[in-house]
């Protein structure tokens, strides 16, 4: 019952002052883009079919995805410093738009590369704006605020894959990514409406993002204590998701045996958990820190990457697929922290620069994990995934405790 009540205040808090349809805005684009981007995996079975793709080939174009998804980033955080995080957030939902039709229509397998890097690309241009708003928005429960909008997102990708892979089946590969894009356009016209013009300050306060004074700025902050420690920690983490998330309905279905069908219900089993975890981790990092919040998120994927290549039935890989997706919790307990150490007049700078860093140097994973998959290190792959999550644990034991 204390739990009740607490996350009734918690809700009550975050609806409180209008804020909420700021917040529902918000979330629901971040849910629609998320599961865009996560129809690839489930899709990716027809990708290499229709276009002759090997392992190693679709883990390129699931790092291109990646990578697409990091760069965007630097520049999309600067952006939202000079001009709005509502004008980069309406873009990205567009930009994403076009590119699922162009990928849809794509007569080659260049044209496919090039759609699904725009994209990515896309894509990137919403996550920094997303946390800098809500940091203004909620400046005293940017974790519970942004827990919330990433569990949106979770839910995003817990629905939509499925979805995409029905329709696959029932109609063409084509339609798991086409009837995305009215969602998209309704997101972008809601952003525009609902959110305030500007948040982080004047135009000219802005413009100073641009200014090489500015990036020192960044730097010095970055170069802090725990800073530049917890954007490392957060590379690897990085590194593990998307090395995991690019193959794992394909991992299944060509090494577990399962349908296609039940790989993807696998799939979005991992992000529905999400949905429940992400808000806990951001409450967590509220109240007790980034130390104890990430050991307690990151002690379950360690037994689930060891225990995946000896177990095969389906309630088994249901139980380490859960163990595995405490994981997700990850992302609200770093990015959290990070928004609070960077100062709100180059926060969206800052976070642009991290992100984009650590999200450029870990989209190598799917293509590293492609390589080691199709050389018949499948099972392998995942076991190396879990002595990188243990080396993140034992860095992140090594922050200091919110006491000192």
Request: aromatic share 10%.
């Amino acid at each position: 019952m204390n739990a009740l009540v607490v996350v009734r205040r918690e809700l009550r808090a975050l609806w409180g002052d209008g804020a909420g349809k700021s917040l529902v805005v918000i979330a629901g684009g971040w849910g629609l883009l998320l599961g865009a981007r996560m129809i690839y995996p489930v899709l990716l079975p027809y990708f290499r079919e229709s276009f002759g793709l090997s392992l190693t080939v679709a883990g390129v174009l699931v790092t291109i995805l990646w990578l697409g998804s990091a760069v965007g980033q630097l520049p999309g955080g600067v952006l939202a410093d000079r001009y709005s995080e509502r004008l980069m957030m309406t873009i990205a939902a567009l930009v994403v738009a076009v590119a699922l039709v162009v990928v849809a229509t794509a007569p080659t397998a260049v044209v496919l590369f090039v759609a699904t890097g725009l994209l990515g690309l896309g894509q990137s241009l919403y996550p920094i704006a997303r946390i800098t708003i809500l940091a203004s928005i909620y400046p005293d429960r940017i974790g519970s605020a942004l827990g919330v909008t990433m569990a949106t997102g979770d839910l995003g990708q817990t629905v939509l894959p499925p979805i995409a892979g029905t329709l696959a089946i029932a109609i063409a590969w084509q339609a798991g990514l086409l009837f995305l894009v009215p969602f998209l356009a309704i997101a972008a016209v809601a952003l525009w409406v609902t959110l305030p013009k500007k948040t982080g300050g004047d135009t000219d306060s802005g413009a100073d993002a641009l200014s090489l004074e500015a990036a020192r700025t960044v730097l010095a902050e970055i170069r802090r204590a725990n800073l530049g420690f917890v954007a490392f920690i957060l590379f690897l983490y990085i590194l593990i998701w998307q090395s995991f998330t690019g193959f794992y309905p394909t991992y299944l279905v060509e090494e577990k045996g399962l349908a296609t069908s039940t790989a993807a219900l696998l799939f979005s089993l991992f992000f529905a958990m999400g949905v429940i975890v992400k808000p806990v981790a951001g409450a967590a990092y509220d109240r007790i820190g980034i130390r104890g919040s990430l050991v307690l998120v990151l002690s379950g994927p360690v037994a689930g990457f060891l225990l995946l290549p000896v177990l095969s039935s389906f309630w088994s890989l249901v139980a380490v697929t859960a163990l595995v997706s405490t994981m997700l919790g990850s992302g609200a307990i770093t990015q959290s922290f990070l928004a609070d150490a960077f100062s709100a007049e180059i926060r969206g700078t800052g976070l642009g620069v991290v992100r984009t860093a650590t999200a450029t140097l870990g989209a190598m994973g799917p293509v590293l994990f492609g390589v080691i998959a199709d050389r018949g290190y499948f099972d392998e792959g995942y076991v190396i995934l879990g002595v990188i999550m243990l080396v993140v644990i034992g860095l992140t034991l090594r922050l200091p405790k919110p006491s000192s």
